[in-house]
Every structure is written in structure tokens, then in C-alpha cells.
């Protein structure tokens, strides 16, 4: 087959649904079918070129510096990418819209409902209806959106795509009508690269504070939904308790809110325990997962967790919060360490954790392993994603999820 993903950027800092795509281009590959994106960057952005699919960038580049040209940057508006959907689309075998509330779905709603190529929307967490609590404001604008764009989508889906079941529940909540057809298709990452000293040496490069010292790992998009705040206060309430292990927080957002988190560092008194290297690439990544004691994530709201299953795949413990929709199956696997996304009670998983004996630590990473090969591996959503395609193609129902 060949499919089309329709995503708003290919760049790697936007975290989970592009790491995805990448991820899902490899088993794709692998199983004989092509991908393609379709991206609003524009062609001269180095992660355009480094792709490794072909990425049709069709933003249009906007010049200048002031509020309007970083409004008409940030709502990225892009007819071309529009006139070209509508007509190459059915050249493809299937469409993957990856993503809502931007204007790469708006291009998919004008182009893609009624037509001859069946998609797919991954809604990758954006229909939580904890947005709605945090952003009052911005979920009463999301309505009107829903009743002109994005539930017109939806509606015209072979399939509305979730990674786990909670995070079909909780869809259901945020908007109306809702008359979608809904697959449950998984998600998850590539099994790992097997761990070599190189890696482990281009992580502590990243981290000379750190030396070859034990430490607890954060490694994602630095965001106030990922709970950062609550982590670092956690680490506050147990660093006594374990002073052989630091944090290293790995990662990048908004100069203004991780400068607010390193001052909350620095006030905790264990500001020179905290280390923050930026976003992990590459060895440096890896090495980053196979060294760490266990890998930490406080969501206060996390559809999937990309990093849940990376850490799995290494055989390394979690922590995690019981807002990542998946703490279900990690729970269910005792593969980690489950807790609210409060400061007290994260602290009390954190202790659990490093207390465990030798052998404990061991029989949980290998419960970890195991959990990867069998809810975590993307090759199987691909194939689930796939099938969808074939049985739209033939005509043939989508099962509804009840």
C-alpha cells in the first residue's frame, strides 16, 4: 500500500505523533508499503530534509517579526497544501490525519471527506476532555471548530484512531454529536537499538555534573500538562532518603516556563541534583534509557506515552502517573509503579521504587520487556491500521468499539 500521513510539521520537537509516524514509517517498510507526509513546514527546514520519508512541505513561508507574522506563523495557513490533497489524494491506497486543531486538518477536511481514498484520523489525545478544564476559553472556541471542521472530519473517517481504551472513554466526553467509527489500533515505538557504551558515553557527555552517578529519568516535551512541577517536587520529598540518585529532566518548552521550573529547582535546595540537558537525540537518547534507574512521567494528562513504551522496550522500570491513559496495562503487567499526578503520593511511588531489592528491579524490567513485545510494538498497530484501509477499500464494516 501507500499512504499519506497528513501531519502540521515533521519536526521532532513536536514529540509523541511525529515520533509516531516516524516509527509507524519503519514497520510500514519493512512490510513491503510506502509512506508519505504531507506537512505544512516549508521545504528549506532542515528536518524536512532529514526525514526519512518523502515529505511534501507545503507551508507558506511568512517573513517579518512582528505579532502578525508570528500569528500567521502559528495558524500556518496553507492553500497550496489544500489544492494539493485534493489533487494527488487518490493516488494513495490510505490517509493518516495525525492530529486536530490546526490547520493541516483543516486542509483534510476540505480535501478528504466524500472522496475515493479512505483516511484515518489519530487523534493522539487532543479529544481529553481535560483541555476542556484547564482551557475553558480556548474548549468554547474548540465547539464551534467541531461543529464546521473538525467533527466533519471525524464523521467522514473510515475510523477514528485511539491508542488505548481509556483514551476512547474519555473522547467521548469532551464534544457532540458523536457519531464516529471508532478502532482501537494501539500505539507504541520500534523495539530499541540492544545498549552499547557508546551510548551510555554520549549520555553522560550530555550531563558531566552527573558523572556516573544513578538517576531518575523525565524525558519528553516540558509542558505544564506533563506535571514537571509535581515531579520536581516529588524528587524534593525523597532526595534525602536516596542521595546517590539525581534527575535528569531531558527536554525542551517555553523559555519562560522551564526557567520557572529551574527556579523551583534551585528553591528546593537540590538544584545541583536536577539536571537539565535539552532535548535527547540519537545515542545520547538511548544511553539516557539503558543507564537511568527508572524512567519517570507526572502527566496530569498523557493519551499514550511514547517514553512509557521506549522505557519498556529498554526492560527499565516506570513511574507513572494514572493520567497516562496507559497506566491500565502497565498496572496490569507490574511492569511499574502507578500514582496521582500529587506531589505526595508521586513521592510515595518514587520511594517504592528505589527501594526495591536487586532481584525485585530485575523481575520487574524483564515484566517491562515483556510488556513491550506484547501491547507496546508498533509493527502491530501498523497492521491494525492497515487493515482498516483493506476493509474500507473492499467496503466491508469497521467494527465499531462498544
Not at 48 to 71: F, N, Y
Not at 136 to 148: G, T
Not at 318 to 342: L, P, W, Y
Request: with cysteine.
Amino acid at each position: 500500500m501507500r499512504i499519506l500521513h497528513v501531519i502540521a510539521s515533521c519536526d521532532p520537537r513536536g514529540g509523541g505523533p511525529i515520533e509516531g509516524v516516524r516509527r509507524l514509517g519503519e514497520a510500514f517498510r519493512v512490510a513491503g508499503h510506502e509512506q508519505e507526509l504531507l506537512t505544512l513546514d516549508t521545504p528549506d527546514q532542515p528536518w524536512v530534509r532529514e526525514h526519512p520519508a518523502t515529505v511534501h512541505a507545503l507551508g507558506t513561508p511568512v517573513s517579518g517579526r512582528g505579532p502578525i507574522a508570528r500569528l500567521r506563523r502559528r495558524v500556518a495557513r496553507s492553500p497550496d497544501a489544500t489544492a494539493w490533497l485534493r489533487r494527488h489524494g487518490r493516488a494513495y491506497d490510505g490517509i493518516i490525519v495525525d492530529g486536530l486543531w490546526n490547520y493541516s486538518t483543516r486542509v483534510a477536511r476540505l480535501a478528504l471527506p466524500g472522496g475515493d481514498t479512505p483516511y484515518i484520523v489519530f487523534t493522539h489525545g487532543m479529544l481529553d476532555p481535560w483541555f476542556a478544564g484547564k482551557y475553558p476559553l480556548k474548549h468554547a472556541l474548540k465547539q464551534v471548530f467541531w461543529r464546521f471542521n473538525e467533527g466533519v472530519l471525524l464523521r467522514g473517517a473510515a475510523a477514528v484512531a485511539f491508542t488505548c481504551e481509556q483514551e476512547r472513554r474519555l473522547a467521548r466526553r469532551s464534544f457532540a454529536p458523536w457519531r464516529m467509527r471508532e478502532a482501537v489500533v494501539g500505539f507504541g515505538t520500534s523495539l530499541p537499538p540492544p545498549p552499547t557504551t557508546a551510548m551510555e558515553q554520549a549520555f553522560r557527555a550530555t550531563v558531566p555534573a552527573l558523572g556516573m552517578g544513578g538517576y531518575l529519568l523525565f524525558m519528553s516535551r516540558i509542558h505544564e500538562k506533563k506535571g514537571v512541577d509535581v515531579l520536581i517536587a516529588a524528587f524534593a520529598e525523597i532526595a534525602a532518603a536516596f542521595p546517590a540518585i539525581d534527575l535528569v529532566i531531558g527536554g525542551t518548552g517555553a523559555e519562560s516556563y522551564v526557567a520557572a521550573l529551574r527556579r523551583q529547582a534551585e528553591a528546593s535546595g537540590y538544584g545541583a541534583r536536577i539536571h537539565w540537558p535539552g532535548m535527547l537525540g540519537g545515542d545520547a537518547k538511548w544511553g539516557a534509557f539503558y543507564a537511568c534507574d527508572a524512567m519517570v512521567l507526572s502527566s496530569h494528562q498523557e493519551n499514550f506515552g511514547v517514553v512509557v513504551a521506549e522505557a519498556a522496550g529498554c526492560a527499565k522500570r516506570v513511574v507513572i502517573s494514572d493520567q497516562v491513559n496507559i497506566f491500565d496495562e502497565v498496572a496490569a503487567a507490574n511492569a511499574g509503579f502507578i500514582a496521582s499526578d500529587e506531589v505526595q503520593d508521586f513521592a510515595r511511588a518514587l520511594r517504592d521504587c528505589l527501594a526495591q531489592s536487586p532481584a525485585e528491579r530485575a523481575a520487574m524490567e524483564q515484566r517491562g520487556a515483556a510488556l513491550f513485545a506484547e501491547k507496546f510494538n508498533i509493527a502491530a498497530t501498523a497492521v491494525r491500521l492497515l487493515n482498516v484501509f483493506s476493509a474500507a477499500r473492499s467496503r466491508n464494516p469497521i467494527p465499531r468499539a462498544e
